[in-house]
C-alpha cells in the first residue's frame, strides 16, 4: 500500500538577514509518498537544503502547509521514522563506529545492548563490520560517509534526506555509497530524497525535483531537467 508520507503546499521560507530578507524556498507543492527516490537538483543556493529541512521538519515554513500525514505530527518525525545524512560526515569524534550508528537508538532510549546489537546488524548488512571498532578520525571520507548512511539507516526510518551526500568524495566512492545505499533500501517503503549536483546520482533515482530560485517543479519524467 502506497503512504502518503509528506504533503506540502505552497511552501515558503523568508530568512531575514539584518535589513534584508531572503526568500529561500519561495513556492513549493509536493507529496513525497512511501518507497520513492526522488533526486533534488537545482543550481547552489537556488534552495535545495531548506527544502530538506523544511520535508524533515527541522525547520518551519513562512507560510504554506506542510503534514507529515502517514508519520504523525513534528515532534515524532526524528530519529524514529525520518533521518538525515549530510554532505559532512557528521559522526562524533569520541565514539567509535558501532556507538556512533547505535546512537540515535540510544537517544531513544532504547537498550544499550539492543541498540548496539542493531547498529552491529546494519553495518553488516553494508558491509563495515570490519570498522566498527575504530574511531572517526581513523577513517576516509568514504567510510565516514557510509558510517553515516548506517546510522540514518538503524531506526528503519520511513524517510531518509540526504543532502549531498557524496559531495565530498570521489566519483568511484561516491557510486559506491549509493549502491550501498539503494541496495539496503531495496525491497523496502523506506522514501529516499537526496539533494545533490551529481547527474550520476540523480540518474539512478526515480523521480527527479528542479528547484531553480526557491521554485520547485516536481516531474517523475527525468529526461525533462537533465535535457536529455
Ligand atoms: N540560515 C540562513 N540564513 C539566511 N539565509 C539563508 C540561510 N540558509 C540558507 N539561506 C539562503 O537561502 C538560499 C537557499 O539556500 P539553500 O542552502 O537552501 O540552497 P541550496 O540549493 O541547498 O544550495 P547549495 O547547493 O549551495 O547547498 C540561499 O540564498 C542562502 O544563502
Request: net charge neutral.
Amino acid at each position: 500500500m502506497v503512504e502518503m508520507l509528506v504533503e506540502a503546499q505552497n511552501l515558503r521560507r523568508v530568512y531575514q538577514r539584518g535589513e534584508n530578507s531572503v526568500v529561500a524556498v519561495d513556492s513549493a507543492t509536493f507529496a513525497i509518498t512511501s518507497g520513492a527516490r526522488i533526486a533534488l537538483m537545482g543550481p547552489s543556493g537556488s534552495g535545495k537544503s531548506t527544502l530538506l529541512y523544511l520535508m524533515g521538519g527541522l525547520d518551519t515554513p513562512t507560510s504554506g502547509k506542510i503534514a507529515w500525514t502517514a508519520l504523525g505530527d513534528r515532534k515524532s518525525l526524528r530519529p524514529q521514522k525520518i533521518a538525515f545524512v549530510f554532505q559532512m560526515p557528521s559522526l562524533l569524534a569520541p565514539l567509535n563506529v558501532v556507538e556512533n550508528v547505535a546512537l540515535p537508538l540510544l537517544l531513544g532510549n532504547i537498550e544499550p545492548y539492543v541498540a548496539r546489537k542493531a547498529a552491529m546488524e546494519v553495518l553488516e548488512r553494508i558491509g563495515l563490520s570490519a570498522i566498527a571498532d575504530k574511531m572517526p578520525e581513523e577513517l576516509s571520507g568514504g567510510q565516514a560517509q557510509r558510517v553515516a548512511v548506517a546510522r540514518a539507516l538503524v531506526y528503519r526510518p520511513r524517510l531518509i534526506l540526504a543532502d549531498e551526500p557524496t559531495g565530498q568524495l570521489d566519483r568511484s566512492t561516491a557510486k559506491l555509497l549509493l549502491d550501498v545505499l539503494l541496495a539496503t533500501l531495496e525491497g523496502t517503503d523506506t522514501a529516499l530524497v537526496v539533494a545533490t549536483h551529481d547527474r550520476a546520482v540523480a540518474e539512478r533515482l526515480d523521480s527527479l525535483w528542479y528547484v531553480r530560485h526557491g521554485n520547485l517543479l516536481t516531474s517523475s519524467n527525468k529526461q525533462l531537467a537533465l535535457g536529455n
